[in-house]
Nanobody, 118 residues
Framework: QVQLVESGGGLVQAGGSLRLSCAASGTIFSIADMAWYRQAPGKQRELVAAIARGGGTNYADSVTGRFTISRDNAKNTVYLQMTSLKPEDTAVYYC????????????WGQGTQVTVSS
């Protein structure tokens, strides 16, 4: 079994910064894509940023230029550096990882709350 554990969420004022981390543990051969999603109250879960094993990235338009996704393959960890935070960034942030063992399976973390006050 594979577990993803997120950390780094919290309360921050608008214009501030936070860094989220998500560490995968368990029986892992390798991890392909990793990503961060978010879900605000009453809204659908949306992709924030994704990163391939080789480092290629893509971002939602709403966070481009403010958020940076990165990963440490040796630690099976993905990060999300968030700067210039806005109240509309308030949401529960979830990480996921496509894990290879015998097959490719997507796992999700439990979520971490990010609240940006105006």
């Amino acid at each position: 079994q594979v577990q993803l554990v997120e950390s780094g969420g919290g309360l921050v004022q608008a214009g501030g910064s936070l860094r989220l981390s998500c560490a995968a543990s368990g029986t892992i051969f390798s991890i392909a894509d990793m990503a961060w999603y978010r879900q605000a109250p009453g809204k659908q879960r949306e992709l924030v940023a994704a990163i391939a094993r080789g480092g290629g990235t893509n971002y939602a338009d709403s966070v481009t230029g403010r958020f940076t996704i990165s990963r440490d393959n040796a630690k099976n960890t993905v990060y999300l550096q968030m700067t210039s935070l806005k109240p509309e960034d308030t949401a529960v942030y979830y990480c996921n990882a496509d894990v290879y063992l015998l097959t490719r399976t997507r796992y999700w973390g439990q979520g971490t709350q990010v609240t940006v006050s105006s």
